[in-house]
C-alpha cells in the first residue's frame, strides 16, 4: 500500500485511525509501512494503536473522543469549555461506558471516568473552527451534565461552601447558563439522594453570592 492511497482514503473522514479503519478501506498496510511513515513525519503514533496524519486539523477535543469510544468531554474541561470556571484545566477529562483510564499522548493528557451505559446520556455535538470538518468535530456533555458528572465523580469534594469557593466557578455565568430545575431532574436518574444534595446546596451558594 502505497502512502497516499491512505491518505486520500481516510484523512477526511477519519483523520485519527487505527489498522480497524485502514482495514475497512480495503486496503492492507504492514507494521513496517506505518513505522516509516511515522519516522518520515507523515504520521504521528497516538497511544492504543492509534495514528494521525500529521498535516490533518485535529481539535484536542475530537482527539478525546476517538481515543476511547464512545465516550464525550465532561466534568472539568467541559465546564471550563463553556467558560463556568476559571482555573485552565491541564488535561481534557472525559467519561465513557469502558473502563476508567489515563492516556498520555504527545497532544496532551487524557482523563477518562467509567459510567453505568444508561447514565452516559446528556452529551451534545460541538465544533470549534468555522470550517465543517470530522476533525473539529466532538461530542461534549451539556453544562447540566458536565456539573452532574463532576460532582458524582468526586462524592467526597463539593460538600461545602469553602469547597464550592475553592471551584473556582463563574457565579453569574452559572446562574444564567444552568437549566438547574432541569439538572436537578437529571441528576435524580443516577439514584444518588447525596448526590442531588449536594447539588441543591451547590446551587443555594451560586445563587447568594
Given amino acids: 500500500m ?10 477526511k473522514p477519519k483523520p485519527v485511525f487505527n489498522l480497524r479503519d485502514i482495514a475497512q478501506t480495503g486496503f492492507k498496510v504492514f507494521p513496517y509501512q506505518l513505522s516509516k511513515w511515522v519516522k518520515d513525519g507523515k504520521l504521528k503514533r497516538l497511544a492504543g494503536g492509534f495514528y494521525l496524519f500529521a498535516k490533518a486539523e485535529v481539535s484536542i ?9 464512545p ?8 465546564l471550563y469549555f463553556y467558560n463556568l470556571t476559571v482555573d485552565i484545566p491541564f488535561h481534557v477529562t472525559s467519561v465513557t461506558t469502558r473502563g ?10 487524557f482523563f477518562y471516568h467509567h459510567i453505568k451505559p444508561m447514565l452516559f446520556d446528556g452529551f451534545v455535538m460541538k465544533q470549534v473552527g468555522e470550517k465543517d470538518e470530522i476533525g473539529k468535530r466532538f461530542f461534549i456533555a451539556t453544562p ?7 460532582f458524582y465523580f468526586n462524592p467526597k469534594k ?9 471551584a473556582r466557578c463563574h457565579e453569574e455565568d452559572l446562574k444564567g447558563k444552568i437549566a438547574w430545575d ?5 441528576a435524580g436518574l443516577f439514584g444518588n ?17
Avoid: P, W
Fill in 158 to 166: 463539593y460538600n461545602s461552601k469553602s469547597d464550592f469557593e475553592e
Fill in 71 to 78: 465516550s464525550y468531554i465532561s466534568l472539568e474541561y467541559a
Fill in 100 to 109: 476508567t483510564r489515563n492516556i498520555s499522548t504527545s497532544s496532551g493528557m
Fill in 182 to 186: 432541569k439538572m436537578i431532574r437529571l
Fill in 61 to 69: 477535543e475530537h482527539l478525546a473522543n476517538q481515543l476511547r469510544e
Fill in 2 to 11: 502505497k502512502y497516499n492511497d491512505l491518505e486520500n482514503s481516510l484523512i
Fill in 193 to 209: 439522594k447525596a448526590l442531588v444534595e449536594r447539588l441543591l446546596n451547590f446551587k443555594k451558594y451560586i445563587f447568594s453570592v
Fill in 144 to 150: 447540566e451534565k458536565a456539573l452532574i458528572d463532576l
